[in-house]
């Protein structure tokens, strides 16, 4: 029997805007971080994150994964392990998480069927959340994503209320509006909060996946709603970034945040998707 980690909601799943063309079409659902029942679990999700990611942190962090070395596994491997996760907070449901990587990867396959890299994309996207079997708290694996080492933009969840603990707020060098960095910089030039997202991206580029560059977008921003969904950090991007954009923006028509009813038969999906990653990213590699 495997054993199950609870990981608690997570908080970048919660009251999402544009999660599902039936939940659209009440717009007061979007972004409701007034109200409702997980907001209690979701606020202090991101109290912890906006007080303990500083540019300290996520350079150990940075450190501590760096090297790759707690795992020697295939994609699929890690596909499977992400079924060892469960959300504790909805314990009468108990559909393996893989099936939503899946369920992503065949939404992209649909609209995009010339595409197969943006498939893999699909399937890959959320592989870094392993990041939570090894002993990691859940506010440094999941939830939205944002630059450290200048001021929080307007569009941070819970913005006005979350960060005024940390304390690179009160560093000179980090509490501007650019903080560290220089104007159109790039965001390859960023640190960027520490999570699945940036774990899952360095680890694809240590294992030299030969996925075209929209695809690496995709994993490393699909959870900095400020940026491709609240459109803050625009004085930090370079021209290769707002090229990228309208990609990440499409990739997250597809990140479903809601559980479909139909779950995809993953037995025969798994030759299809063995074959992408055979092509862009085959064999035993490191995480």
């Given at each position: 029997?495997?054993?199950?980690?609870?990981?608690?909601?997570?908080?970048?799943?919660?009251?999402?805007?544009d999660?599902?063309?039936e939940?659209?079409?009440?717009k007061?659902?979007?972004?409701?971080y007034?109200?409702?029942?997980?907001?209690?679990?979701?606020?202090?999700?991101?109290?912890?994150?906006?007080t303990?990611?500083?540019?300290?942190?996520?350079?150990?962090?940075?450190?501590?994964?760096?090297?790759?070395?707690?795992?020697k596994?295939?994609v699929?491997e890690a596909?499977?392990?992400?079924?060892?996760l469960?959300?504790?907070?909805?314990?009468?449901?108990?559909?393996?998480?893989?099936?939503?990587?899946?369920?992503?990867?065949?939404?992209?396959?649909?609209a995009?069927?010339?595409?197969?890299?943006?498939?893999?994309?699909?399937?890959l996207h959320?592989l870094?959340?392993v990041?939570v079997l090894?002993?990691e708290?859940?506010?440094?694996?999941?939830?939205?994503?944002?630059?450290?080492?200048?001021?929080p933009q307007?569009?941070?969840?819970?913005?006005?209320?979350?960060?005024?603990?940390?304390?690179?707020?009160?560093?000179?060098?980090?509490?501007?509006?650019?903080?560290?960095?220089?104007?159109?910089?790039?965001?390859e030039?960023?640190?960027?909060?520490?999570g699945?997202?940036?774990?899952?991206?360095q680890?694809?580029?240590?294992n030299?996946?030969?996925?075209?560059?929209?695809?690496?977008?995709?994993?490393?921003?699909h959870?900095?709603?400020?940026?491709?969904?609240?459109?803050?950090?625009?004085?930090?991007?370079?021209?290769?970034?707002?090229?990228?954009?309208?990609?990440?923006?499409?990739?997250?028509?597809f990140?479903?945040?809601?559980?479909?009813?139909?779950?995809?038969d993953?037995?025969?999906?798994?030759?299809?998707?063995?074959?992408?990653?055979?092509k862009?990213?085959?064999g035993?590699?490191?995480?």
């Amino acid at each position: 029997m495997k054993m199950k980690v609870a990981v608690g909601p997570d908080p970048s799943l919660v009251y999402r805007p544009d999660v599902d063309p039936e939940v659209a079409k009440d717009k007061g659902s979007f972004r409701n971080y007034t109200s409702g029942p997980l907001l209690d679990r979701v606020f202090a999700t991101y109290k912890l994150m906006h007080t303990q990611q500083t540019v300290d942190f996520v350079r150990k962090k940075h450190t501590q994964f760096g090297g790759f070395s707690y795992k020697k596994m295939t994609v699929l491997e890690a596909v499977d392990m992400l079924d060892r996760l469960v959300d504790e907070s909805d314990p009468d449901v108990d559909f393996p998480n893989s099936f939503h990587a899946f369920q992503t990867a065949e939404g992209i396959r649909k609209a995009h069927p010339d595409k197969d890299w943006f498939h893999l994309a699909g399937l890959l996207h959320d592989l870094g959340k392993v990041l939570v079997l090894t002993g990691e708290p859940q506010w440094a694996v999941v939830g939205d994503t944002f630059p450290v080492g200048c001021r929080p933009q307007a569009s941070v969840v819970f913005c006005d209320s979350t960060f005024q603990d940390n304390p690179d707020l009160q560093d000179p060098r980090y509490s501007t509006e650019l903080g560290m960095y220089q104007p159109h910089c790039g965001l390859e030039n960023v640190l960027m909060s520490w999570g699945h997202d940036e774990y899952m991206y360095q680890m694809m580029k240590f294992n030299k996946f030969s996925l075209p560059p929209e695809a690496f977008y995709m994993v490393r921003f699909h959870s900095f709603y400020p940026w491709h969904t609240g459109g803050d950090y625009r004085q930090l991007c370079s021209e290769q970034d707002l090229a990228m954009l309208p990609w990440v923006q499409e990739f997250n028509k597809f990140d479903l945040y809601t559980k479909s009813p139909e779950l995809p038969d993953v037995d025969a999906l798994r030759p299809y998707y063995q074959g992408l990653i055979d092509k862009y990213c085959p064999g035993v590699l490191s995480w």
